[in-house]
């Protein structure tokens, strides 16, 4: 028996190009501001210090502030996952959702199937290589609304790749249960076999109506309503 569905956000609850077309052109534009206005603050202090130290062992080179950020915008066109990056895009996401410039994108038919999972006595989680902290800024400032007292679990890539079995298997033995007591929803074919080869059921999710695998495939929540 299913106790717990777990789900994806990138293509399952969320549209694939919020990140792309909303968040990263968001940091792009608000990055020059943010950094000059909070330099002194400890945790943007300690991003530009990382940055400098980067590119000093990368290319030798010691670059002053006006640098440090042209260069951060160039990492986020190249997509590049560096930690002090991320710490300064986290803020600055939480600067605008928190103002209203923004909202997380949710698909319309994700709160009443979290809600039907609720009342029928199940848990909702979330599984996403966002970190836990960027989930909950987009679930939490969503454009349907708060729905985070909805949901009990957020899991990031600390527990493992999502092409990997083995981070499945840690987020079941994390909340006590066994792998097929959990059913797993993504768009992506490789995440869930990981998952399905851990024991979990799945289900894929294809908003774009062309599925693209082997695996049972919905278009959007309302047609698993009823097998809750
Ligand atoms: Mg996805």
């Given at each position: 028996?299913?106790?717990?569905?777990?789900?994806?956000?990138?293509?399952?609850?969320?549209?694939?190009?919020?990140?792309?077309?909303?968040?990263?052109?968001?940091?792009?534009?608000?990055?020059?501001?943010?950094?000059?206005?909070?330099?002194?603050?400890?945790?943007?202090?300690?991003?530009?210090?990382?940055?400098?130290?980067?590119?000093?062992?990368?290319?030798?080179?010691?670059?002053?502030?006006?640098?440090?950020?042209?260069?951060?915008?160039?990492?986020?066109?190249?997509?590049r996952?560096?930690?002090?990056?991320?710490?300064?895009?986290?803020?600055?996401?939480?600067?605008?959702?928190?103002?209203?410039?923004?909202?997380?994108?949710?698909?319309?038919?994700?709160q009443?199937?979290?809600?039907?999972?609720?009342?029928?006595?199940?848990?909702?989680g979330?599984?996403?290589?966002?970190?836990?902290k960027?989930?909950?800024?987009i679930?939490?400032?969503?454009?349907?609304?708060?729905?985070?007292?909805?949901?009990?679990?957020?899991?990031?890539?600390?527990?493992?790749?999502?092409?990997?079995?083995?981070?499945?298997?840690?987020?079941?033995?994390e909340?006590?249960?066994?792998?097929?007591?959990?059913?797993?929803?993504?768009?992506?074919?490789?995440?869930?076999?990981?998952?399905?080869?851990?024991?979990?059921?799945v289900?894929?999710?294809?908003?774009?109506?062309?599925?693209?695998?082997?695996?049972?495939?919905?278009?959007?929540?309302?047609?698993?309503?009823?097998?809750?």
């Amino acid at each position: 028996m299913i106790k717990l569905y777990l789900f994806d956000i990138e293509g399952t609850t969320t549209d694939i190009n919020f990140v792309h077309k909303v968040l990263f052109p968001y940091s792009s534009e608000a990055m020059e501001k943010f950094v000059l206005e909070h330099q002194e603050t400890p945790a943007v202090k300690s991003a530009i210090d990382e940055v400098k130290k980067t590119v000093k062992e990368e290319e030798n080179k010691d670059l002053g502030l006006k640098e440090i950020i042209n260069q951060l915008l160039f990492w986020i066109k190249e997509d590049r996952k560096h930690p002090a990056l991320k710490e300064l895009q986290g803020l600055i996401w939480n600067n605008g959702y928190i103002n209203n410039h923004f909202k997380g994108h949710v698909y319309p038919d994700v709160q009443p199937f979290f809600k039907k999972i609720l009342t029928a006595g199940f848990k909702v989680g979330i599984y996403s290589s966002g970190s836990v902290k960027a989930q909950k800024l987009i679930f939490g400032y969503s454009s349907e609304g708060d729905l985070t007292p909805l949901i009990s679990w957020y899991f990031d890539t600390k527990v493992g790749g999502k092409r990997e079995k083995a981070s499945y298997e840690k987020i079941a033995s994390e909340v006590n249960l066994k792998p097929e007591e959990i059913h797993f929803f993504s768009d992506i074919t490789e995440e869930l076999k990981a998952a399905q080869t851990a024991g979990m059921s799945v289900t894929q999710v294809a908003r774009d109506n062309n599925p693209k695998s082997e695996f049972n495939s919905i278009s959007s929540f309302h047609s698993y309503m009823e097998r809750i």
